[in-house]
Nanobody, 121 residues
């Protein structure tokens, strides 16, 4: 069974930084696109950033230039470096990964349980 576990969330002051990590476990052939989504209270879940296996990245306009996504293909881990954090970045951040099954070679979307990021003075 494939699992995604996020870490690194917490409380930070405006202008501060946090680094999120998403570790994966379980039997999988490989992961295609991996990314981070977030959901603030009363709002829909939105894409923050994503990275393909080949390293092509995509960012939401609201975080471009402040956040950096990266991944370690050998460890099947994805990271999100968040700098210059703003109160509007406050949300639960979810890891997302599209995995290819060993036997089926079909793609399945996996989600982590989420980690809270709060930006407040």
């Amino acid at each position: 069974q494939v699992q995604l576990v996020e870490s690194g969330g917490g409380l930070v002051q405006p202008g501060g930084s946090l680094r999120l990590a998403c570790a994966t476990s379980g039997r999988i052939f490989s992961f295609n696109t991996m990314g981070w989504y977030r959901q603030a209270p009363g709002k829909q879940r939105e894409l923050v950033a994503a990275v393909t296996r080949g390293g092509i990245t995509n960012y939401a306009d609201s975080v471009r230039g402040r956040f950096t996504i990266s991944r370690d293909n050998a460890e099947n881990t994805v990271y999100l470096q968040m700098n210059s954090l703003k109160p509007e970045d406050t949300a639960v951040y979810y890891c997302n990964a599209k995995g290819i099954g060993i036997l089926t070679r079909s793609e399945t979307v996996y989600w982590g349980q989420g980690t809270q990021v709060t930006v407040s003075s």
